[in-house]
């Protein structure tokens, strides 16, 4: 299994290329960015190795509690963190959840407080957000799946390089 410094490296090397890919084929510096804005993200802090006590879970700083559950409930390098699509919709979806209860927490408050903290509903937000730009909104996604397949992919080479040289040398 690769290390996190080499899987940031990975991400490193293959952000220019992702980048000019990109462009290449959509001729859209705003959807390149998005893309390879959330390479970047998945690749250095939201990736398949939140499942454990990782550099990418490390990167979370004071917020990286809301990783406790998510790593209890999952095995290191099971489907549902590592696989392809559904380890990146499970992470999206986890994350979501927390991101509506510290809504719905400042929501409370400002209400009990008296607050006049005005926010419009996520929902609101998101449909607005895929309504301008739904280019950008789905290169993001695939910026996100394609870092954590790159980490995913990664640790597959590593893990069939180092059972392959095992076994050769029982042979030798």
Known sequence: MSSGRTHDQITFICLPWVGALTLLVTFNLGVSLCLCGGFLFSGLMFGPDLDI???QY???GLLKFIWLPYQKVLSHRSLLSHG???GTLLRLLYLGLWIILAL???EVISRLWHLSW???P????LEQMWIQSPHSCIALLLGLEAGAMSHSISDGISSGRKAFLKRWKRRS
């Open 53 to 55: 006590y990782s550099k």
């Open 58 to 60: 490390q990167r979370w």
């Open 84 to 86: 392809p699509v559904i």
């Open 104 to 106: 719905t927490a400042c």
């Open 118 to 120: 005005q926010m419009p």
């Open 122 to 125: 996520l929902k609101t937000v």
